[in-house]
């Protein structure tokens, strides 16, 4: 049946828990648009490894903000990716908004599967987020006063997951970004040392930045207990894309959005004020 021009489009959030899909998910739903949650506890489940339940997260659905956990690099993410987009399409999906990593052949692998999907699409590619510090991997880290990781020099033009939200946003709800690959960064690069420096100023406390090689980063993970999907990511990530590769910043903010991104200062303060970064007593 075709879809009149009263139809109300549906939205599909997948990784709604994450940090940009539920920035997005909360964006749209603030707009007045319907908005399907993708995720394991949802209404309606959604898992990336049980193919049972895509049908149902699917069905009605005209755009997805596609958000793949926990990393496009990881084995097997383009197999899913070709496989997803195939379901979308004979679902009756029309446009899908990719999120991407930067500087990430097996992201670009992916990117290419949607572009050929033969739905409308747009990519946002997206360099490391400001937010692992605060929600994320480093967060205990910054808590405990010593954050330790290799690559302490590289500049990294760290995004801000509200940026990367808006950016999606945008092109989930006005065909004009179709087509388009958007890649967010924040407004200048700045290096994990320097970075830390930021959030210790916001948050008026003494925290380190210790540089510690690769083998005993890997050693380090391994003493977190993760599950070893993430720990093999965060390895990749800092062995491969945290050489330099990404240091540029790039326009997308600016072009999908008309305004320059925000600023790391930006996210340290902002952070800081809510007292995520306050040691608990």
């Known amino acids: 049946m075709t879809k009149n021009a009263s139809h109300q489009q549906l939205f599909l959030v997948t990784g709604a828990t994450g940090?940009?899909?539920?920035?997005?998910?909360?964006?749209l739903e603030a707009a007045g648009h319907p908005v399907r949650r993708g995720s394991r506890a949802a209404t309606i489940p959604f898992d990336w490894t049980d193919r049972s339940t895509w049908a149902p997260v699917l069905a009605g659905v005209d755009s997805i903000y596609l958000s793949y956990q926990p990393d496009l690099a990881v084995p097997?993410?383009?197999?899913?990716?070709?496989?997803?987009?195939?379901?979308a399409r004979s679902a009756g999906v029309r446009s899908v908004v990719l999120v991407s990593g930067?500087?990430?052949?097996?992201?670009?692998?992916?990117?290419?599967?949607?572009?050929?999907?033969?739905l409308n699409w747009t990519v946002v590619r997206c360099s490391?987020?400001?937010?692992?510090?605060?929600?994320?991997?480093?967060?205990?880290?910054?808590?405990?006063?010593?954050?330790?990781?290799?690559?302490?020099d590289v500049p990294e033009p760290f995004a801000h997951a509200d940026d990367i939200a808006e950016v999606?946003?945008?092109?989930?709800?006005?065909?004009?970004?179709?087509?388009?690959?958007?890649?967010?960064?924040?407004a200048r690069a700045l290096s994990?040392?320097?970075?830390?420096?930021e959030i210790a100023t916001a948050t008026g406390r003494e925290i380190a930045f210790i540089p510690i090689s690769h083998s005993e980063f890997v050693a380090a993970l391994g003493e977190y207990q993760l599950p070893e999907e993430m720990s093999t990511?965060?390895?990749?990530?800092?062995?491969?894309?945290?050489?330099?590769?990404?240091?540029?910043?790039?326009?997308?903010?600016q072009r999908a959005l008309g305004r320059a991104p925000r600023d790391f200062s930006e996210f340290a303060e902002a952070?800081?004020?809510?007292?995520?970064?306050?040691?608990?007593t």
């Open 19 to 27: 940090k940009t899909g539920s920035r997005v998910a909360a964006l």
């Open 128 to 152: 490391f987020f400001a937010q692992n510090f605060s929600e994320g991997a480093f967060l205990d880290d910054v808590l405990a006063g010593t954050v330790a990781l290799p690559n302490g």
């Open 102 to 118: 930067r500087g990430e052949p097996e992201a670009r692998e992916c990117e290419l599967i949607v572009e050929d999907s033969g």
């Open 76 to 87: 097997g993410a383009a197999d899913t990716i070709r496989a997803f987009s195939a379901a």
């Open 233 to 253: 990511l965060l390895v990749y990530l800092f062995g491969t894309i945290l050489d330099g590769r990404n240091t540029a910043t790039a326009d997308g903010v």
């Open 271 to 280: 952070a800081a004020a809510t007292g995520v970064w306050t040691p608990r």
């Open 192 to 197: 994990f040392t320097d970075a830390v420096g």
């Open 168 to 186: 999606a946003v945008a092109a989930l709800t006005d065909p004009r970004h179709a087509g388009e690959i958007y890649e967010v960064t924040g």
